[in-house]
């Protein structure tokens, strides 16, 4: 098992060096001049001709890209100094860059984002598994029957809406036209500062995530106890008299989980990236939100860095995933 997850891990090295380049040298070639939001930046006047070719000799686009990105990869284990407008700034490790609209390192502006980014992928994530999972359960035990019938069409009705569409009409409708008391303004505000201010801040977003995410789990999870519950040794257990509760929860359910664990640590994963129209919708300052700013602005450090953190995030979910099969299912083993 050890050397399985050392495989996984050195694999998971390399996608992120690919990843990196790629995105390193997708603004490195293209068509517009990454050194120019630096320039409008620090240029008081008109970013001339002259400013912009002193900007993109410091921040070495004139270099070749292979020794400039050796620099950057480096920086990320033990940190560079970079000189921008003849003042040089010690970047400590992680170091991602300094941020070309602001000139700050982009780790100190990641490490603000990041709880509010989390707070909102934990709790929507809570919610896909509280609400989906015992509904699929609930369906598959009532297999055709009207209620079945109604719970899937519903799901189905929702889950055909946009999600961003979705959450702007809670957000009209609950936030701004009903103005539910419980509900406070939509936005991030740190636990440490305020705790019920925190959960009033988000609870609209989870629930946005939640109602319109266990859509899918609860399909996932009906059709996963449909096909246990018609197994041989389920058959069995119940021939032998064990009570329908332990025969459902826990044999049927058990079996029924590891196709839904996949989903669902590609789900997790991909709410830590950062949720881009649920943190625009809800004022919620996180990654998301944040790499949406910085592609438009052509700012490569906090790109290159979102990028970086979200195939590291999807790598680790999905090995904690191939981990948690050999729990579930005994006849899994990582080998």
């Known amino acids: 098992m050890y050397a399985y997850i050392l495989k996984r891990l050195i694999s998971g090295a390399v996608v992120l060096l690919l990843v990196s380049f790629s995105v390193f040298a997708l603004f490195w ?3 517009s001049e990454p050194a120019r939001a630096m320039c409008d930046t620090k240029t008081s006047n008109r970013c001339t001709p002259e400013r912009l070719a002193v900007f993109t000799e410091e921040l070495g686009y004139d270099n070749n890209i292979f020794a400039e990105y050796g620099r950057y990869v480096g920086g990320i284990f033990v940190g560079r100094d970079i000189t921008i407008s003849s003042v040089t700034v010690q970047c400590d490790a992680p170091c991602f860059g300094l941020s070309y609209s602001t000139g700050k390192p982009v780790w100190n502006d990641m490490k603000k984002r990041l709880p509010a980014t989390v707070s909102v992928a934990v709790g929507g994530a809570f919610l896909y598994l509280l609400i989906g999972v015992p509904m699929g359960v ?31 009409l809670a957000y009209l409708y609950v936030a701004v036209y009903w103005q539910v ?8 505000t740190p636990i440490t500062q305020n705790p019920v201010a925190w959960f009033g801040g988000l609870a609209l977003a989870w629930l946005c995530l939640g109602v319109f995410g266990c859509t899918q789990y609860t399909r996932y999870s009906r059709g996963s106890m449909v096909e246990a519950l018609s197994e041989d040794y389920i058959r069995t257990a119940k021939a032998k008299g064990l009570p329908t509760r332990t025969v459902v929860y826990k044999h049927a359910l058990r079996a029924a989980l590891v196709p839904i664990v996949t989903i669902f640590g590609i789900d997790f994963g991909t709410l830590l990236a950062g949720t881009i129209f649920t ?3 809800f004022d919620i300052n996180g990654i998301g939100l944040w790499t949406l700013t910085a592609i438009r602005a052509m700012d490569l450090p906090i790109v290159s860095a979102t990028a970086i953190f979200s195939a590291s995030v999807l790598i680790l979910s999905n090995l904690a995933v191939d981990i948690v099969y050999s729990a579930l299912d005994p006849r899994v083993r990582l080998s």
């Open 279 to 281: 943190e625009k919708i």
């Open 138 to 168: 609930a369906a598959a035990r009532r297999r055709g029957s009207l209620a079945d019938k109604a719970l899937v069409s519903s799901f189905l009705v929702i889950s055909s809406i946009p999600y961003y569409l979705f959450a702007l």
């Open 29 to 31: 070639y293209g068509p």
């Open 181 to 188: 008391p419980w509900l406070g303004e939509p936005g991030y």
